[in-house]
């Protein structure tokens, strides 16, 4: 088989698994075993996909997956929502982040958190997964921090300031940050003053209330 040929077989192969309907029959440590009727699949997953597919007991249940092809084998992950998936997907991305460090990052945040811990440029929420340190917690931070994330095509997330919280659209939010900074406002000081963001918002009443609060400092 050319080099061609067993290019596409292999992306091919990457996209027949979307995801495995069945029931849940076995849950170890690291992965559980989906019994579809005819096969039982091996599917390694996140600590809280693990504990959701856990607590399902005999019920038919739908797992989003993920398929790796390389040379020692096949292996297959699997994921509660399309939202962790695409996490895992948008990790594997970054230079040094394998399977085994993405899993490890999505089984001590959730994708809220992940998403909060590269827009607050917070390497120590990184570092508690296994296997990140500082430096790569950095490398997914920059690598990252300007591409666009899965928390952006969600209705929105929490952004813990001061105490308080407030839900508006990741999207909106990060445009007006970008715009602010473009401006030659300081990061730290657009975030201080991200509280109490009214939800659904569009860009610019986001953008001028923001900066109406910037300019009373």
């Known amino acids: ?19 495995l309907r069945g029931k849940i029959c076995d849950v170890s440590d690291n992965h559980i075993t989906v019994d579809t009727g005819i096969i039982g699949y091996r599917v390694f997953c ?9 607590n399902q007991g ?38 040094g982040v394998g399977a085994k460090v993405a899993l490890s990052i999505l ?6 958190d992940v998403f909060q811990a590269i ?15 500082g430096k790569l917690a950095l490398r997914i931070i920059n690598e990252l921090k300007d591409k666009k994330m899965p928390s952006q095509q969600s209705a929105g997330i929490s952004l813990a300031t001061g ?6 659209p990741a999207g909106v939010i990060l445009d007006v940050v970008s715009a602010l900074v473009n401006l030659g406002y300081k990061k730290a000081d657009i975030l201080s003053v991200l ?5 659904e ?15 009373s400092l």
């Open 1 to 19: 088989m050319s080099r061609q040929l067993e290019s596409a077989f292999k992306d091919e192969l990457l996209t027949m698994f979307n995801f």
């Open 46 to 54: 996140p600590r809280p996909s693990l504990e959701k597919f856990q």
């Open 58 to 95: 005999q019920v038919e249940v739908l797992v989003y997956t993920e398929l790796m092809v390389r040379e020692d084998g096949w292996l297959l992950y699997g994921f509660a929502s399309p939202e962790e998936r695409e996490w895992f997907k948008l990790l594997l991305t970054v230079q």
């Open 107 to 112: 089984s001590v945040c959730k994708p809220a």
């Open 119 to 133: 827009f607050y440029e917070d390497k120590a929420k990184l570092c508690m997964a296994d296997g990140v340190g």
């Open 163 to 168: 105490g308080e919280s407030a839900a508006a």
């Open 195 to 199: 509280k109490d963001v009214p939800s």
């Open 201 to 215: 918002q569009g860009f610019e009443e986001v953008f001028r209330q923001i900066l109406g609060r910037l300019t």
